[in-house]
């Protein structure tokens, strides 16, 4: 196996800077690919937190002038990652997320902020400037999306190219005007360069440019292919189907591990199943929920948004409590949605518990207490939450989309009868399937046996980033090899 160099290029990585999955993946996929001899390097912004948290900086690189200020490139370590950082004051010196001010809203420049990442990431891969040329470029979602286009438009060699799609929601969209300030010839403003219905499409142009393009799992991969999930893409898509592959993400199985969790009231392990009722009274004290070791425990770990089908779940709570289960939510997001659930929680004390905020800690918490995790979400790229509460014996119910469809193995009468159910889905995304659930959750828990199956098959299953890493180090060397 020859070995291999990879430059990752995204907006976020665990642990240093997570508003969502596209994190956990950054930060746990360069480990993932080191087993398989590809050595990966991530290039990140400059944030707050990213400065403040990075080891041994040092610069490997200055610009005089990158989108209106000056700017260095450090090279610094994060535990076992190896890092670039682009430390640009200017662009990513800011309170609140990567992407939004304290005031919730977009930050106006975010075109600029992201374009300057991506022109990084090109000049890296063109080896210009230090003496770093990785053989693959890897940039994710569309914080990343103008790299093949800044790669194609200089007119120099580069590397080849493989864009993720980590959510096709979110696909970087900015006016034409933008255009003179990136740095690109007008004839990028083309179909079949960065045009994107008038304006400039970030997620368009990785989408056009790339050499592959992958998403976070094999139905998502299908989905976005029609016009329903495809969100304006789906043409371009099946243009490049022969492009476009899934590959499901894994969870790092360190952090999200119950046999050594430190943030957990008891670790177990798929021999101690039974020591997660320390955790479930705990959660419940936690949540101020009634401390019925008996009543089913629902949990919810997730970005409050129309999306994740929570408004959906608002409309079944009467249901879930009827049926004597409890539950648990950890969110944050939709002004709207928050109110809904601080009010639910305050109507049914004891019942429905709801903290909002965002809190790692509480989220292993809930794992490791809640009987099942809820994931009733529209669309779902992959989802990372019923990944680890297959590892933690949370029995996952969830939407049969995306990657919750390619992941969870429903306990129909085949799969229970042949024992390889993990938990249960409903379809379609509405309140009354997601009622339908409750009753056959419910049912389940009522048999100890059953219920215990489930744990076990899911606790058992591999939800590392073994197999997906093999996928993406396979993907990589046929590019290189076509070279
Ligand atoms: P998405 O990236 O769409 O938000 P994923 O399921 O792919 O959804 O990833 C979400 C990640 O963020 C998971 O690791 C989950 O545990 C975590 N997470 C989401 N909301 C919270 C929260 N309020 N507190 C702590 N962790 C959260």
Redesign the pocket.
Known sequence: MTSLTALSIASEL?PLI???????VAGALPTALRTHDVAVTSLLPGYPAVLGGIEDPREVHGFHELFGGTARLLAARCGELDLLVLDAPHLYVRPGNPYVGPDGRDWPDNGLRFAALAQVGALIGQGLLSDYAPDVLHAHDWQTGLLPAYLKYSGRPGPKTVFTI??LAFQGRFPYELLAKLGLPERAFSLDGVEYYGGIGYLKAGLQLADRITT?SPTYAAEIQGSEAGMGLDGLLRLRSDRLSGIL?G?DTDVWNPANDALIAATYDVESVAARARNKKALQARFGLKPEPGALLYGV???LSW??GLDLLLEALPQLIGGGAQLAL???GDSELERAYGAAARKYPGQIGA?I????A??HQIQAGADALL?PSRF???????L?ALRYGAVPVVARVGGLADTVVDANEMATATGVATGVQFAPVTTDALIKAFGRTRALFADVVAWRNLQINGMTTDVSWKNPAQHYAKLYRSLVAKR
């Not at 905020?357 to 790692?360: P, Q, R, V």
């Open positions: 665990f997570k508003t969502g999955g596209l994190a956990d980590h959510n976070v993400n969870i770990i997730s970005r999306q994740k950890l969110g944050a903290v905020g965002y809190d790692e509480l989220a994931v779902e790229p992959c989802g990372l939450t019923q680890c």
